[in-house]
């Protein structure tokens, strides 16, 4: 997989850049995820920590918890990464918020306790009613 990934908002007011490969994606169903992005799903790439960098624009952060930050665009609303403490070496970006989504395809189902009932995406992977984290 690509080593170098590149993505941004909407509006382009926020660019970042991910050196490393994206190894671990997973499409969450969790609610939270739901309400944030304001889609049925949200598909994170959990990277290295060390390896994401804001390249322009200041993002937006939405303490959601005393364990979790999500970074959007004031702008535009782009929701484009989270960081939790409860794994503190890796911060996760959106997959659609990057320029080439198709390098990044899941490789499990998270949070599926709170899956829509109707809902059918990548039946072929795996799934977990929560998070186990690698």
């Known amino acids: 997989m690509k080593v170098e990934h590149q993505g941004g908002c909407q509006c382009g007011a926020l ?15 969790c609610s939270v995820c739901r309400r944030s992005t304001g889609g049925i799903l949200t598909t994170w790439g959990t990277v290295p920590r060390e390896t994401f960098h804001w390249l322009s624009g200041t993002p937006k952060a939405f303490k959601l918890s005393a364990s979790c930050t999500r970074y959007f665009c004031a702008d535009c609303g782009a929701h484009l990464a989270l960081f939790t403490s409860l794994s503190p070496h890796t911060l996760d970006a959106t997959v659609a918020s990057l320029d080439e989504p198709e390098q990044a395809p ?4 998270i949070w599926v306790g709170s899956r829509l009932p109707w809902l059918r995406v ?3 992977l795996p799934e977990e009613d ?5």
């Not at 660019?15 to 169903?29: G, K, Q, V």
């Not at 899941?106 to 189902?109: E, G, L, M, Q």
């Open 106 to 109: 899941a490789d499990r189902h």
């Open 122 to 124: 990548d039946p072929q």
């Open 15 to 29: 660019r970042y850049r991910i050196d490393a490969p994206l190894e671990d994606i997973a499409h969450c169903h």
């Open 130 to 134: 929560q998070e186990i984290i690698p």
